[in-house]
T-cell receptor, first 115, second 111 residues
Framework: GAVVSQHPSRVICKSGTSVKIECRSL??????MFWYRQFPKQSLMLMAT?????????EQGVEKDKFLINHASLTLSTLTVTSAHPEDSSFYIC???????????FGQGTRLTVV | GESVGLHLPTLSVQEGDNSIINCAYS??????FIWYKQESGKGPQFIID?????DKRQGQRVTVLLNKTVKHLSLQIAATQPGDSAVYFC??????????FGTGTRLLVSP
């Protein structure tokens, strides 16, 4: 079964509104989680590293004021897309490393459509 | 900058054929690579991984080959099935499962 759960799986919002996406590790604690974005027919691009109890680390070119990340507990990280625009429409995917495991565990992804 | 790339965007094969998907990487210091399968609308699914101290690793119907001399890795799928149709990504672990993904190859398997 899934060890990382992402919610919602798809969301449609109006331009200018904000959308929150949740990423939960189900049976382990994750002090770090990663957020990726994937545009249609493209690869996954790392947006930011979410750190429990401290500020997220953003990749170059990713606006931290637009993509707010909160890692409030050891099992939950949230990504909020603020003032969403149509160009923010994408597939957002989180992953969480687990101690002792070599592979990263990915969420199911969230399809965001901004209209 | 550092990147992981693929040569073929689409690979079409017949059911039962063997498939080979290739990937080139640029960071010679990379020591861990992973292949993922992604079906439409879903997150990446782990297939197989390999460390840089190995040149070959086999799983069930899949084999990953690593050539550090030319910074190239490949994924071989034996007896490809329609259920193998998906996009395949190689990824480079840059530290604690922080991944850099390749551009992806779409595998189309015809019955």
């Amino acid at each position: 079964g899934a060890v990382v759960s992402q919610h919602p799986s798809r969301v449609i919002c109006k331009s200018g509104t904000s959308v929150k996406i949740e990423c939960r590790s189900l049976d382990f604690q994750a002090t770090t989680m990663f957020w990726y974005r994937q545009f249609p027919k493209q690869s996954l691009m790392l947006m930011a590293t979410s750190n429990e109890g401290s500020k997220a680390t953003y990749e170059q070119g990713v606006e931290k004021d637009k993509f707010l990340i909160n890692h409030a507990s050891l099992t939950l990280s949230t990504l909020t897309v603020t003032s969403a625009h149509p160009e923010d429409s994408s597939f957002y995917i989180c992953s969480a490393p687990r101690q002792g495991a070599t592979e990263a565990f990915f969420g199911q992804g969230t399809r965001l459509t901004v209209v | 900058g550092e990147s992981v790339g693929l040569h073929l965007p689409t690979l079409s094969v017949q059911e039962g054929d063997n498939s080979i998907i290739n990937c080139a990487y640029s960071n010679s210091a990379s020591d861990y690579f992973i292949w993922y399968k992604q079906e439409s609308g879903k997150g990446p699914q782990f297939i197989i991984d390999i460390r840089s101290n190995m040149d070959k690793r086999q799983g069930q119907r899949v084999t990953v080959l690593l050539n550090k001399t030319v910074k190239h890795l490949s994924l071989q799928i034996a007896a490809t099935q329609p259920g193998d149709s998906a996009v395949y990504f190689c990824a480079e672990n840059t530290g604690f499962q922080k991944l850099v993904f390749g551009t992806g190859t779409r595998l189309l398997v015809s019955p």
